[in-house]
């Protein structure tokens, strides 16, 4: 990757370099200070809500009618005894599914970054195909697959086995909700962690093989301490997304009474009767952000020392892939096995789903009724093409402002020599721990009520999802930025380039592999987001995933929802790869410049 | 990379562009309206100059575009903003704008309980139905006038025809204790929809004890009867607690589906509302009235089969349960739907629910 440094000549007279650091510095405060104003903004007043509904009596009223404070709810949530259950489901999902998330990850990361694994392209789309698929599609999926009396893969189990109508797999059961949120978040965690090893200069396990060590003790000793602040980033950060996350819990757990907090948090907050309990549910959720302050304080701690980890320097460097050899087929044989689970098989049973009035399992006898007729109804949908271009509004719209917002906060809590330099990355990180309803009615309760003209339009949706993303994007920036060591930005400033020509054309090439994953991410992250969309929807801004959730949540109607979450695979594919395709011609334009 | 950008926009924009219309497209005029009364008349020309009426319901926009259509047709001028919503969202949308006084939604339909917070807010209109509606039968005006019933929504048992002879299937409510029902052979409502009825029918103690022996069957809980319905006609379970119209519904796309013919199944009521300080009063009445009469109650169930089913309706499915000899309980009043309501959460808490 070529570093253009400053092609100005260096300013000539002490005068105008005064001139030029002065106004340098004021584009860097104005600049810095709005985003850090509107970070604030965003996180703060959510925040805010959530901490006065959580000491509000909200049986049957809202948060800002007229009612006492009180503290009755949290002592209804560390009496009962069913909160410690939760806490046990919600860590043991947690923990299982980020950790069996992030193995697989790492390994995809480290196969597709740092070897010769043929097929490189196809690959890396087909890792983040789950990703356009929607939790709760591919929790619907598996149930499709792994229900136990219906699920195709029992059926097939059995008619081998020759005994049962039930089983060999419950997919309602915490493994099943396991096993379904590691493959729904591998691509997330693949794009988070796989930055950081490519850019890894392998100047430094050259070094450690060159003087005898074996490739384990290099990947011990030297590879994962190197990465240690990438893989930490994602396992906080996705521990925390886990235990918020609710569509797979929901699907999946709910019918055999197993709840996490988030599916307490929606059902408080979706009761059959009645208004909402948000001071229940605000608890529920200032609980999970006390747990996302103590992951950022570990997360503080751990990566304090950032220069020991950079490896992106001025000095050159190229990374070389490995050469794998004969792993190659067994590598090649463990991916195939993912993409088989998380993708051919989950999309396979859609596809069969979206063909079907109604669902049966695959069958000889099911083939006659299979038709176009969930394709041809969703063409003709009343007021569908509002919603495509709603749907492409806000995955543009979203993933661009977030990671232009999280580009300056993340740069400023590396970079910033403040005191208060990281409060605005650390306040953008809290946000993690608001679970997305939550902060949706904080957005409701905001934009009623003052003179910005977007409750009801598109763009409230925008701005709820901007604050939504914004931990993603300052995860992974912030882990991109500490890789990249300061003395290149140091270099530029002093050959007379501004600030913000520093970031322009120094900073944002070297963290191009960053930030095109993390836009794709938060991109296809934004058309499929479902709790803050549908509270913010009205007429005129739904989006294809509240169409989703209605026609299957509401409607039952699996035929009709897996075409829409077909459609949605087809669109989300379409971004990763143009996403790419840009990334992969800037790679080559750089080359052929140099 | 040169030609993806501009072929990507290309197919996205014959995406965008071919598939349907938004739906503010000019209906042509039929002059139908002037058949309406002079009151609806009347009410017609100040809807006009209002220009829209913002509803939402828990109905698909599939569903209610015949009806927007023929509305728009007979009443031109007036656009109608629909959007497909939960109803218990939409009133705590409701009292949520009101506490800012923005009030953005003009009318809804509910079932009466969930409607319970606006009545208790004076979030309701109570309109003349009368002259709104005068076909509409009195028992169906509820709430002190503030809700009008549009139809009846019986929650029954549907089974898998394939998965179960008739000669197997339970005559009575108890006949569900038997063993061959044990072992996720039920999808229930987690809710205790569908058995609802059951304390005002046979008194709180043999009811609850009743569905705490249903909850010993192992039944399969989904959060709601037409996720029910599905699960039974993909032959999951044989038998599912469904409502009515999906019977309906799901035999008409030739899935092996018929009912249960119990003695006794309850009905919610669902009816239609007009927001207080809503933007659009006068179209939202209009608009209302137009779903109450006889051709929107007709074009309604043609559509989707719903309909009222008083004793004499004589609507299709009023019909069926006329000829299969089973009765229906009714929640017909306020005070049966708070007392329902509360019966609700007991029976919620002994299947052991979702919640």
């Known amino acids: 990757m070529g570093i253009p440094l400053a092609r100005r000549p260096v300013a000539t007279s002490v005068g105008r370099l005064g001139a030029q650091l002065g106004l340098d510095r004021l584009a860097e405060r104005l600049i810095v200070g709005g985003v850090s104003a509107l970070v604030l903004v965003l996180v703060a007043v959510p925040l805010a809500m959530l901490l006065f509904s959580s000491v509000r009596s909200t049986a049957d009223v809202l948060p800002f009618e007229a009612t006492t404070f009180t503290l009755a709810n949290y002592a209804t949530v560390f009496l009962d005894s069913r909160t410690y259950e939760l806490l046990f489901n919600t860590f043991s999902f947690g923990l299982g599914a980020v950790l069996l998330g992030l193995v697989i990850a ?21 890792v983040l195909a789950p990703m356009a698929i929607p939790p709760m599609m591919i929790a619907i999926a598996w149930i499709l697959l792994a229900s136990p009396s219906i699920g195709l893969v029992n059926i097939v189990l059995r008619s081998a086995s020759g005994g049962g109508d039930q089983g060999p797999f419950d997919i309602y059961s915490l493994g099943g909700m396991v096993f379904v949120s590691a493959l729904a978040f591998v691509p997330s965690m693949f794009l988070m962690i796989s930055g950081a090893f490519r850019n890894l200069d392998p100047a430094m396990e050259d070094a450690a093989r060159m003087s005898g060590a074996g490739r384990l003790v290099v990947l011990r000793h030297i590879t994962l301490p190197l990465l240690r602040p990438a893989l930490l980033a994602a396992t906080i950060y996705f521990a925390v997304v886990v235990v918020g996350a609710f569509d797979i819990p929901a699907f999946l757990g709910l019918t055999t009474g197993i709840h996490v907090f988030s599916t307490k948090i929606y059902l408080a907050t979706h009761p059959q009767i009645g208004l909402p309990d948000y001071g229940l549910a605000s608890t529920y959720a200032v609980i999970m ?80 009724r299979l038709s176009f007729e969930n394709y041809v109804r969703a063409w003709n949908y009343p007021g569908m093409q509002d919603i495509l271009r709603n749907s492409l509004l806000v995955l543009v719209a979203t993933a661009t402002i977030t990671m232009a917002v999280t580009l300056i906060t993340s740069w400023l809590a590396v970079r910033g020599r403040a005191r208060l330099s990281s409060l605005p990355d650390t306040v953008a990180f ?24 977007i409750y009801g339009t ?12 914004l931990p993603f994007g300052s995860r992974v920036l912030g882990a991109a930025i500490l890789q990249v060591h300061s003395e290149l930005e140091e270099a530029a400033r002093m050959s007379g380039a501004s600030w913000w ?37 009205t007429r005129g801004n739904g989006v294809l995933s509240t169409l989703i959730w209605t026609s299957f949540e509401q409607e039952a109607r699996v035929g009709f929802a897996a075409t829409l979450g077909v459609v949605l695979v087809l669109l989300s594919l379409g971004i990763a790869l143009v996403a790419r395709s840009i990334y992969a011609g800037q790679h080559r334009l750089d080359a052929a410049a140099r | 990379m040169r030609h993806t950008l501009p072929i990507l926009w290309m197919v996205l924009a014959v995406i965008v562009g071919g598939c349907s219309p938004p739906r503010s497209s000019t209906p042509v005029a039929t002059g139908s309206a002037a058949a309406d009364t002079p009151h609806l008349a009347q009410l017609y020309e100040a809807a006009r100059q209002e220009g829209e009426v913002v509803f939402e319901s828990a109905q698909n926009s599939e569903t209610m575009q015949p009806l927007i ?26 009292v949520a704008e009101a506490t800012t006084g923005r ?39 509820l709430l002190g006038d503030r809700f009008a019933a549009w139809y009846h929504l019986p929650n029954v048992l549907a089974y898998n025809t394939s998965l179960v002879r008739p000669d197997d299937l339970p005559k009575q409510w108890e006949d569900l204790l038997a063993p061959r029902w044990r072992g996720r052979k039920m999808v229930l409502d987690a809710r205790g929809i569908g058995l609802e009825h059951l304390p005002f029918v046979w008194g709180k103690e043999r009811a609850y004890d009743f569905v705490g022996r249903l909850k010993a069957q192992d039944p399969i809980l989904v959060p709601r009867s037409a996720v029910s319905i599905e699960r039974v006609a993909a032959g999951e379970a044989p038998l599912g607690a469904a409502v009515f119209p999906n019977v309906f519904e799901y035999q008409a796309k030739g899935a092996p589906i018929d009912w249960v ?41 043609d559509t989707a089969y719903y309909s009222l089913m008083f004793p004499g309706t004589d609507s299709r499915m009023e019909r069926a349960l006329r000829e299969g000899n089973v009765q229906l309980w009714f929640e017909d009043s306020e005070a049966v739907a708070r007392q329902r309501a509360e019966g609700q959460k007991e029976l919620e808490r002994l299947l052991g629910g979702l919640r």
């Not at chain 1, 950079?310 to 090649?332: C, E, M, N, S």
């Not at chain 1, 598109?458 to 993303?469: D, E, G, N, S, Y």
Request: with cysteine; aromatic share 10%; glycine share 4%.
């Open chain 1, 106 to 126: 790492s390994a995809f990361a480290w196969l597709l970054e740092r070897t010769n694994l043929p097929a490189r392209q196809l690959a890396y789309a087909c």
């Open chain 1, 289 to 368: 952000l006390a747990l996302a302050v103590v992951l950022i304080a570990v997360y503080r701690r751990c990566t304090q020392n950032a220069a020991s980890f950079a490896t992106v320097t001025g000095k050159g460097y190229r990374p070389q892939p490995i050469d794998l050899g004969h792993w190659r087929f067994l590598a090649l044989a463990a991916m195939v096995g993912y993409l088989l689970l998380a993708v051919v098989l989950p999309l396979a049973i859609l596809v069969w789903a979206s063909l079907l009035p109604y669902y049966s399992p695959p069958s000889l006898a099911t083939l006659p």
């Open chain 1, 430 to 453: 809290l946000n993690i721990g608001i679970p997305g309803i939550v902060l949706a009615l904080g957005m409701i309760f905001v934009f009623l009520t003052v003179p910005i003209p």
């Open chain 1, 458 to 469: 598109i763009w409230i949706i925008v701005v709820a999802l901007t604050a939504h993303f």
């Open chain 1, 501 to 537: 020509t520093t970031l322009r054309r120094i900073v944002v090439p070297l963290l191009l592999p960053a930030l095109v994953n993390a836009w794709v991410w938060v991109a296809v992250h934004a058309v499929r987001e479902l709790g803050i969309s549908l509270l913010l929807f």
């Open chain 2, 69 to 94: 259509e023929r509305f728009t047709a007979k009443y031109p001028g007036i656009h109608v903003s629909y959007a497909n919503r939960t109803p218990g969202e939409t009133v705590e949308r409701i």
């Open chain 2, 103 to 141: 009030i953005s939604i003009d009318g809804s339909s509910s079932s009466i309980r969930t409607v319970l917070p606006l009545a208790d807010r004076n979030l309701m209109v109570a309109p003349d139905w009368k002259l709104l509606a005068p076909d509409l039968p009195a028992e169906a005006r």
């Open chain 2, 261 to 301: 013919r119990l003695p006794i199944y309850e009905a919610s009521t669902f009816g239609l509302y007009a927001t207080a300080g809503a933007p659009h009063p006068n179209a939202a009445q209009l608009w209302l009235a137009f779903l109450l009469s006889k051709e929107g109650r007709q074009i309604y169930e």
